[in-house]
């Protein structure tokens, strides 16, 4: 019995490690191993993990978790605290997303949308009127409860959904502490929702208490470091009136 032939292959070109392959009918030459097979290059599959990574993290549509209160205000990305509602704010595991910023609760009938601007070491924790209102139908304000962990169901949606609880619908970083880590990765990528909705401000703390309420520019061309009309950091006394609904009591106290 004859043999059967081989598949017919587009021309090869060598070309250091491996070969270029030129599929038939095609135009395009693609880099493969001296196996034939077809070399991803490094970037592309650490895209794909990135991806990957982020979306497990992120998680399904309409998925279950166990949410529990957090009463003070904080961000591990410096998102100002006079400049959002500080009683709508998701404290959960995984870094801060350029795009995925934005979550909605639902339980019981009742839903409300939380900011994901910081992080924790496992737990799911919302500002505590916000677990009060959803667990039961009530502001912490007007009648304060106590408690743990309630299953609710959760989903990202698109940021813009949270706009908002944001001031003038920005998400205010601070430009002394902020514009670093996560922050500044979102604006390096560019054409990402943070990256196009963020306002530095010349703000110390994410609590408000030092600094000028301006807005400062970053020219990455020229310098990491945001440019300001006071000096960038300085420490001058600002009433930012951030507060926190103290637990149990239903208080407001100043953080």
């Known amino acids: 019995m004859a043999a ?4 017919a292959q587009g021309p090869c070109k060598r070309r250091g490690v491996g070969m270029l392959t030129q599929a038939p009918g095609s135009s395009r030459w693609l880099k493969t191993n001296h196996f034939g097979i077809t070399m991803v290059s490094v970037a592309t599959l650490l895209l794909a993990s990135a991806s990957a990574v982020s979306a497990a993290t992120l998680g399904k549509r309409g998925q ?6 957090h ?16 009683n709508r704010v998701a404290y959960w595991p995984g870094t801060v997303d350029c795009n995925n910023i934005c979550v909605k609760l ?19 924790d919302i500002s505590y ?3 009060n209102y959803l667990a039961f139908g009530k502001s912490a304000e007007e009648e304060p409860r106590e408690g743990g962990g309630i299953d609710m169901q959760y989903e990202f949606v698109h940021a813009d959904e949270c706009k908002h609880l944001l001031h003038d619908g920005k998400l205010a970083i601070s430009a002394a502490t902020g514009l670093s880590g996560p922050v500044l990765n979102c604006i390096v990528q560019g054409n990402n929702w943070i990256a196009n909705n963020y306002v ?6 994410a609590g408000c208490h030092y600094g000028h309420d301006e807005v400062c520019t970053l020219d990455l061309a020229v310098s990491n470091q945001a440019k300001c009309p006071h000096m960038l950091g300085e420490q001058s006394k600002l009433d930012g009136k951030v507060t926190n609904v103290q637990y149990g009591t239903g208080k407001l106290v100043a953080a």
Do not use: F, M
Request: aromatic share 4%.
């Open 64 to 69: 279950t978790v166990s949410v529990t209160p």
């Open 200 to 205: 530095a401000l010349n703000i110390q703390d």
């Open 129 to 131: 009127d916000a677990w």
């Open 71 to 86: 009463e003070q205000y904080s961000s591990s990305i410096g998102a100002l605290g006079c400049k959002l509602d500080t």
């Open 4 to 7: 059967a032939s081989a598949p």
């Open 106 to 124: 639902s339980h019981q009938g009742r839903s409300l949308h939380v900011l994901k601007i910081d992080s924790s070491g496992g737990a799911h």
